[in-house]
């Protein structure tokens, strides 16, 4: 508290000056942040006669639901979704289980070869085969346009690796683990029951790096992936957004050409609206340990 | 370890053995991760050889014909050669010189704001943007930066000026490019400034408050010192990391109306290699990339333990 009156009674002249400044960057910076985001949900939702017209900039106009309704009687979406949703449950179960057994027997100070399976490791950091030696690996696996050329490739992130290492170096004691071997408890049982329930932390942190990259992730399945079924959401976005692919159930009862490109743009701020639902859902959840992870990375960086 | 005093006399593979088998199941927790590595991460590296090869699948990399470096003289002779190294060179400078000092100049200011509450939720919102995917930032970008019904060129024609064509000129790729990175990346950079600012005394601040010092003067003299070796690894890091600049995006942003600028080495790579099916070009060329961006790596950390004592390794 003193320090607080204290800070009150110094504020000079500059000082107040100072903190206006501040505060008016830091608004800005919020409206930055948050703008586009806001309009892309208030677009998606208005007559797409005034969002082409730049008449909706702060508030919707003529709310119409036709663009959701358009996106969600389109199948590729729902399709997209689910192959998304497969990918993300598989792949990150694969990766947390890699990266943490891993990580943890790096942190083990009395693994025999230590220091040379780690230079095996960190080398790859620096150097890699490149685009077109892995697209051959991948190819002579018999993984080409299967399911798991999502999941394999990406199986460990050495950088998360790293991160889960300096996790468990710097929180498990090894006190710990000598009065657990003398009571008899292996590396295993060790592992399983006592590392893994205090490390709740640096789970939720690997389950939210792997999912959001799993979630995002577009040039794997545009390299790996041929037959559409198997399509991540990220792929049908690309197409619709980008590529401007016009979505199927549009071309039936829409009449003139004019009619329809309004649609496809009204459509477009709804599709990126349903793909970002999940993460800004999970946001205020997972923020928290966005930042933990973030910090334990640095702490070796 | 004093078990081991016994054995230290021991031949290397009557240790080795000795070791492992103690050990095995820490072994067993790293086997798959291990494998991984070799598979994906180091088998690609011998594929490099093909590069130097006119590789062909029948024959395999074992068995197609030698060239030595005859890719690279084709690459480096190739009439867009300077353009698209040129391409990445200034994409990575100009993306390191916007998205290094600005989430510093954002974490110090953060730092100083009085008002707790506020100041939480302006650093929970500024990395809610790093959760995009790319492919929908790119989508963003195409629908706000369109000339005719994009909305950066309402509030631009509101003010009085013409509608800007963000996405088709080839001058106004790299700044597309950069600053939608800068409203991406820096919520998530700052985070470690952030983390670092707190770890900074307060006896310190509170003896330069009763000398008389201002804000910004405490900032400038107490703050930026006490970021300086959080804010050099970055800068390592980062340079490091110059030659892989963000491809995807580059690709995604790509149209054939800015292709003179938005042509960068992977991007090139990408086309070559999977659309063109010109398999040891492209790795070829990919090959030159990731040596440069070895050598970049090794040259910054030498120069940086010489002069500030801070290295990665």
Known sequence: MVHIKRNHIRRSRSDIIFDAVVFVIMLFVLFICLYPLYFMLIASIS??????TGQVILYPKGITFLGYEKILGEEDIWMGYRNTIIYTILGTTLNVVLTLSAGYALSRKDLPGRRGILIFIVFTMFFNGGMIPTYMVVDQLHLIDTMWAMILPTAVQVWNLM??????????PTELLDAAMIDGCRTLRF????????????????????????????????????????YPLQIILRNILIQNQPVAGMMDDMASLIERQKAAELIKYGVIVVASVPVLVLYPFVQKYFVTGIMVGSIKG | MTAYAGTAKKSFWFRFKLNFFKHWELYLLLAPTLLYIFIFLYMPMGGVLMAFEDYSATKGIFGSPWVGLKHFQRFFNSYNFWQIFYNTISLSVYNLVANFPIPIIFALLLNQMRMRRFKKVVQTVSYAPYFISVV??????????????????????????????????????????????????TGQAAIIYIAALTSISQDLHEAAMVDGASKLKRTIHIDIPGIMPTAITMLLLNLGRIMSIGFEKAL????????????IISTFVYK???????????TAVGLFNSVIGCVLVIIVNYTSRKLTDTSLW
Request: proline share 4%; aromatic share 16%.
């Open chain 2, 252 to 263: 995604l942003m790509q149209t054939t109306l800015n292709i003179s600028a938005s042509e």
């Open chain 1, 47 to 52: 007559d797409p006669n005034y969002v082409l």
């Open chain 1, 191 to 230: 592992f399983t029951q006592i590392v893994l329930p205090v490390s709740k932390a640096i789970i939720a942190v690997m389950v939210l790096f792997y999912a959001i990259s799993h979630w995002n992730t577009f040039f794997n399945a545009l390299i790996y992936l041929e037959s559409e079924s198997k």
């Open chain 1, 163 to 172: 991160i889960a290492r300096s996790f468990f170096e710097s929180t498990i």
């Open chain 2, 272 to 282: 070559q290699g999977l659309l063109g099916a010109q398999f040891s070009y492209s």
């Open chain 2, 136 to 185: 929908v930032l790119v989508g963003m970008l195409n629908l706000f930066l369109s000339p005719q019904t994009g909305v950066l060129n309402f509030f631009i024609t509101a003010l009085g000026g013409e509608p800007v064509y963000f996405m088709a000129e080839p001058e106004l790729f790299q700044s597309v490019y950069v600053w939608s990175g800068v409203w991406q990346n």
